[in-house]
């Protein structure tokens, strides 16, 4: 299983930005989905998660600004962040707790995606 991600960049302060993640490989099914982000010199956070019937969770950090969705027949999970901030700025991680041919779900992690917010 593999997750991929897209999008990452760097954005004027206050402009959008999207990141997406595909998984691929052996899946049976996916359950939960999401972001977490490091910034440089802090812990990794969660940012917002997606379940498998839509149902959606934000850190109180992005809400408002931050939407998260997904296309279950692409296996993909977006992140569409709008006026973003310094503070967003960030290697952001996605994730996606997957279930392959033995009944067992797993939660797998993509490569990270850089975002760079500038002033």
């Known amino acids: 299983v593999q997750l991929q991600a897209f999008g990452g960049g760097s954005v004027q302060l206050g402009g959008s930005l999207r990141v997406s993640c595909t998984a691929s490989?052996?899946?049976?099914?996916?359950?939960?989905m999401g972001w977490h982000r490091q910034a440089p010199g802090k812990q990794r956070e969660l940012v917002a998660g997606i379940h498998v019937d839509s149902n959606t969770y934000y850190t109180d950090l992005v809400k408002g600004r931050f939407t998260i969705s997904r296309d279950n027949a692409k296996k993909t999970v977006y992140l569409q962040m709008n006026s973003l901030k310094l503070e967003d700025a960030g290697v952001y991680y996605c994730?996606?707790?997957?279930?392959?041919?033995?009944?067992?779900?797993?939660?797998?992690w993509g490569q990270g995606t850089l975002v760079t917010v500038s002033s």
């Open positions: 490989g052996n899946i049976f099914s996916i359950n939960d």
């Open positions: 994730y996606a707790d997957i279930q392959d041919t033995s009944a067992a779900y797993t939660r797998h």
